[in-house]
């Protein structure tokens, strides 16, 4: 079963009359924060792998034997 638009919009009146404006509006604020620092959180993380591969990385070609 979807939620369809006036479900999602009861919901939200809902919440914010138990709550009240600041505090969903802090909570929000909170929210985008921890979105925030999770995306950073994940680039630092991937970075530091992609570091880490590259300082390992060797040259792992053939060598080519004279033929004399």
């Given at each position: ?8 919009l ?10 009240g ?32 591969a ?8 053939p ?6």
């Amino acid at each position: 079963m979807q939620m369809g638009p006036w479900q999602l919009l009861l919901i939200a009146v809902v919440v914010l009359v138990l709550f009240g404006r600041g505090k969903v509006s802090s909570l929000m604020g909170e929210v985008g924060k921890g979105i925030t620092a999770f995306k950073k959180g994940v680039k630092d993380g991937t970075e530091e792998i992609e570091r880490e591969a590259a300082s390992t990385a060797k040259d792992v070609t053939p060598e080519e034997k004279d033929k004399a």
